[in-house]
């Protein structure tokens, strides 16, 4: 459906709307406090133009409504505080979005970014030994993490699987993230190795779990909830990819914690960013920023640059450099 073109008088009449609801009529626009002790409820799934909204009301809490949204809100995801209204027909509307603390998605097909969940602390970046892992996606994972201001952890999942050599394969793949100061964990959702020192890093934190299809995140997920909350499929052998079993970003409670799995992916583009960006996402290349010799300086062949003389000195990997172009180079294809 293609959504008619508002005028400014239009537009601001909406924006006064929500503010009303949202009990900021009035008020600085800034004081997300405001907003945030009028919301009623907190998206956990979306449904296309439908929402499963969670009361946060005292006497109703934790109730589950099926919400249409009212027209013209912005896209609403899993984690969004909002206000919403009971139909008295077990369904409801949401009137109004609460100012997000921070969020994290990734552009669609056509380059625009997409949020995919709200209101969280860390972005759990799971990946396994198969489907192959590559530097490359964890490396734009966490570009687009750092860039939201977001905490990024790497889990190793199917620890089961692997053999010594592989083990030793991937530990070394591994050891820069530790070095530059990523938690990394190396866990089994199949028989709970690793879980324990997991759960601890979540205690208390609102966690979404990205990665590849067929990584085990669904597994995981039932793994730290002690029951089956999500599907699970099998990979494809022919073309050792995991199938996408879930197909929309979903909110769970955990005793200690709340993750939010999310539809696994195959690439991930960061074509809503810059290179200045990308740099930044190199958290071991911040204490040589504007330190080279010309202010253009692309870091590859020019004198003087800061960061081929840091590579040099072992201050920063070969690997990471080498990624760092790759990202660059697809920015301008």
Known sequence: MIKRRLSKHQLARISQNQRRELGQDGADSADAQTSLEKCNG??????????????????????IIRCTQRSNLPRLVTGDLVVWSDDGADRGVVLALGQRRNFFGRPSPEGQFKAMAANIDIVLVVFASSPTPHVSLIDRYLVAIEQQHLTAVLVLNKLDLLNQEELIKLDYMLSPYGEIGYPVYKVSAEDGRGMNKLEQALANQTTILVGQSGVGKSSLLNKLSS????NVAPLSETWDRGTHTTTTSSLYHMPEFDLIDSPGIREFGLGHIDGQQVFEGFIEFRPFAGSCKFRDCSHRQEPGCAIQAALEAGQIGVERVDSYFRIIDSLNE
């Open 42 to 63: 907190r998206i956990i799934s979306h449904y296309g133009q439908h929402v499963d909204v969670e009361s946060l009301i005292t006497e109703d809490e934790g109730r």
């Open 227 to 230: 029951g089956k909350h999500a």
